[in-house]
């Protein structure tokens, strides 16, 4: 069983920064990826980073390509999500996720982290 534990958010004015991250534990032998989800009030989940484990590649979501960037610390067993140049509608709930797939569907995805609360003031 793949635990999650997210941690990192908080509010911030309009251009700021903030750098979430995701501590992993019980790796179960073929999770693929883990991603960082997002959902605000009355939207759907959406898949904004994904960390591709066995090859180290990445995804990003339009909305944050440029502005945010996804890597991975083996040493924290961590998959890091930095925020910068923070707009209004970046503001969500930001989700930890993990599966076997590809990380791009919520639907799909097995286990999660409870959340961290990214409020971006414009």
């Known amino acids: 069983q793949v635990q999650l534990v997210e941690s990192g958010g908080g509010s911030v004015q309009a251009g700021g920064s903030l750098r979430l991250s995701c501590q992993a534990s019980g790796y179960i032998s073929g999770t693929n990826c883990i991603g960082w989800f997002r959902q605000a009030p009355g939207k759907e989940r959406e898949a904004v980073a994904v960390?591709?484990?066995?090859?180290?590649?990445?995804y990003y979501a339009d909305s944050v390509a440029g502005r945010f960037s996804i890597s991975r610390d083996i040493a924290k067993n961590t998959v890091d999500l930095q925020l910068k140049n923070l707009e209004a509608e970046d503001s969500a709930m930001y989700y930890c996720?993990?599966?076997?797939?590809?990380?791009?569907?919520?639907?799909?995805?097995?286990?999660w982290g409870q959340g961290t609360q990214v409020t971006v003031s414009s």
């Open positions: 996720a993990a599966e076997r797939g590809n990380c791009l569907y919520a639907a799909r995805v097995p286990h």
């Open positions: 960390f591709y484990l066995r090859d180290n590649r990445t």
